[in-house]
């Protein structure tokens, strides 16, 4: 496959190596440059191949093979014969990868292989306007990894020429302002406005290249472009581009960081997309303001740079928000936790405790805080506190806040229209929180939130350190400076870990949960307990230490004795098994499962018996 984005001298380089080519079918994607295809004419009439030039495609084949089976090789082709020699210039290139280029070029044993391949390869999934898009992720033996390829319409020039005018007129002739609408409004709108235009201008344009030209426009209107198929893809947890002509990177639940056929192929396209994302956010992205970090329309958290700033180049990655959080049991069914583990932080969180989730980065940290504080009871005021939301719960008495800059180059430059951390934190504490929520705790507001917590409000937060001695270490050294003694108001510190199984899917654990209980007041050393923690990636289990002094204070606060305490955590055990075997992982569903066990935990056994959850 040739594509008309590389530098020219590159370009030729890689055409001449279609004397390697022993396959049928070459495409050349967007060969405009006439050099470049008398190359091609030439390189091929030496290798009795004839050249077909197809809408947006430059085909070579051998001449043996007649036009039926050619036209069977490129089912998902849709130029007009007729348009043979125009080369289209779709903005989105999704099928060119820098090396495999020569390799994507299929030979009748190359079909049979990629259709093996895709019989092989992960689900394939559909997407966007009548589900023209198409994913798969496949083998690559050339590049010995997973490939994650999206494959979409191609648009003949005529149907190009249909959808700039279509372009023109909704610009000319759309003037409703959608945005206040929902996506599905917005959806709807939309068809029924190009419906319309279609009708109007009486467009000649039959079923099918309607349907080709909708998909880009919906694509490009309320989608995310080129994009898009990441950004609805479930599986999918990161999206990142480092700069032009690199593939686009993807971080796939199960596939790990994988490279995807889709990259951005001149520097202009990329700034402009990266300055497109940034407005999505409600920001701007300047050379004044070059880093910009913010929430997506759809709730993904985006960061983003500007090329010749910070970075050479423009880069973007995203973080895919879940419609649909992670809750405990989908943590339990992940293994991440044990069912007994659950039932701990369900009773602690239920009796006030505050906690500190740290781990690396991506380790999970934030959808652990999220799962549990589906724990914090419904009447409790919140008061979330972040830089980019991220946290969603069903809770009604809760304030969300986030930071706002934008208005200073530098921290220290703030002017009081900037409004970080730190005093968020400090607005919290007057609006009488019973809980504080902070996304990431990096620097002052650490200071601030630890000072909540000796004051008696209960809060939850996470922070980047792998054991307790790096915690302790990143709280006490500037910029927190944090006294050792301000620590002791943290009831558990929960570690994550991950780690990979041999068939590369990562898989996250709890690695230990750790209660703070008092700094000894010789050696000024913290002390604390473990109640659990994970054994190793060999023997995947979780180990059940003892000697819980939480659940110790709540059983004297219950007036529980040994017994008591246990019959407690198995009833929750139980209540959590039966969500867990009966698929009720939904966190609006596991929230009010959870609010009506806090009211009257009989009538949750009454229904969990009847079955009528
Ligand atoms: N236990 C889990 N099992 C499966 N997927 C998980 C788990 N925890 C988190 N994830 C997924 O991993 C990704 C990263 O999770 P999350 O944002 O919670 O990490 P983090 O540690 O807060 O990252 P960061 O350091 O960037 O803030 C998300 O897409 C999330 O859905
Ligand atoms: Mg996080």
Redesign the pocket.
């Known amino acids: 496959m040739f594509k008309n984005s590389w530098d020219k001298d590159n370009a030729l380089n890689k055409i001449e190596r279609i004397d390697k080519i022993t396959s049928d079918v070459c495409l050349a994607l967007d060969v405009d440059q006439t050099e470049m295809h008398q190359k091609i004419d030439f390189l091929c009439s030496g290798k009795n191949q004839t050249v077909m030039h197809m809408a947006s495609n430059t085909i070579i084949k051998n001449k043996e093979n007649s036009q039926e089976d050619f036209d069977s090789t490129l089912p998902s082709v849709s130029g007009n014969k007729d348009d043979a020699h125009e080369v289209n210039n779709v903005s989105l290139n999704t099928n060119s990868f820098e090396e495999s280029a020569i390799q994507h070029v299929q030979t009748d044993e190359e079909t049979n292989e990629t259709q093996n391949n895709e019989n092989n390869s992960s689900e394939t999934k559909y997407f966007g306007w009548k589900q023209k898009g198409k994913r798969t992720i496949e083998f690559d033996k050339e590049l010995s990894e997973y490939v994650y390829k999206v494959e979409e319409p191609e648009l003949s020039s005529q149907e190009l020429r249909l959808q700039n005018d279509l372009l023109h007129l909704f610009q000319l002739e759309s003037d409703i302002d959608v945005s206040e609408m929902n996506i599905q409004e917005k959806k709807d709108h939309l068809t029924d406005i190009l419906n319309y235009l279609i009708n109007k201008h009486r467009l000649k344009i039959s079923k099918k290249s309607k349907d080709n030209i909708f998909y880009y426009l919906f694509r490009e209107f309320i989608g995310f472009s080129n994009i898009d198929i990441l950004m609805n893809d479930e599986d999918i947890?990161?999206i990142s581009c480092d700069g032009p002509d690199v593939p686009v990177f993807v971080y796939h639940?199960k596939y790990e960081s994988i490279r995807t056929n889709i990259y951005f192929s001149d520097k202009d396209q990329l700034d402009s997309f990266a300055i497109k994302l940034a407005q999505l956010c409600g920001k701007q992205l300047s050379i004044y303001e070059p880093i910009v970090d913010g929430k997506l329309p759809d709730g993904s958290r985006l960061q983003t740079t500007l090329a010749k700033t910070v970075t050479n180049f423009s880069t973007f990655t995203i973080?895919?928000f879940?419609e649909d959080p992670?809750t405990p049991v989908?943590?339990i069914n992940?293994k991440?936790m044990s069912l007994e583990m659950v039932a701990y932080y369900w009773l602690a969180m239920e009796h006030g405790t505050s906690m500190l989730f740290c781990?690396?980065?991506?380790?999970?940290?934030?959808?652990?805080l999220n799962a549990l504080s589906l724990f914090l009871p419904s009447t409790f005021k919140l008061v979330s506190v972040e830089d980019t939301r991220?946290i969603n719960l069903p809770h009604e008495n809760w304030i969300a806040g986030t930071t706002r800059q934008g208005f200073s180059t530098a921290s220290e430059e703030k002017t009081s229209k900037d409004i970080d951390m730190f005093d968020l934190i400090r607005a919290a504490l007057r609006q009488r929180p019973r809980v504080i929520i902070v996304g990431?705790v990096r620097g002052k507001e650490a200071y601030t939130l630890f000072q909540a917590m000796a004051t008696g409000h209960l809060s939850y937060s996470?922070m980047?350190a792998a054991d307790i001695n790096t915690l302790i270490q990143r709280l006490e050294n500037p910029p927190i400076s944090l006294p050792r003694t301000l620590m002791t108001s943290l009831d558990i510190v929960t570690f994550?870990t991950s780690f990979q199984r041999p068939d590369g899917s990562l898989e996250?654990r709890v690695n230990s949960v750790t209660e703070i209980i008092k700094q000894d007041p010789e050696s000024k050393r913290l002390i604390s307990v473990t109640p659990y923690s994970w054994n190793s990636a060999i023997n995947d289990r979780f180990t059940y230490n003892g000697g819980s002094k939480i659940l110790q204070n709540i059983a004297k606060k219950r007036g529980w004795n040994q017994q008591q305490l246990q019959e407690e955590l198995d009833k929750r055990q139980e209540v959590l098994q039966w969500m867990v075997e009966h698929n009720v992982r939904s966190y609006k569903k596991v929230g009010s499962i959870v609010a009506l066990y806090k009211k009257n935990p009989q009538q949750v056994f009454n229904k969990i018996k009847q079955g009528v959850i």
């Open positions: 947890e990161d639940r973080r895919r879940r992670l989908d943590l992940f991440t781990g690396g980065t991506a380790s999970g940290k934030t959808t652990l991220e990431e996470t980047h994550l996250r």
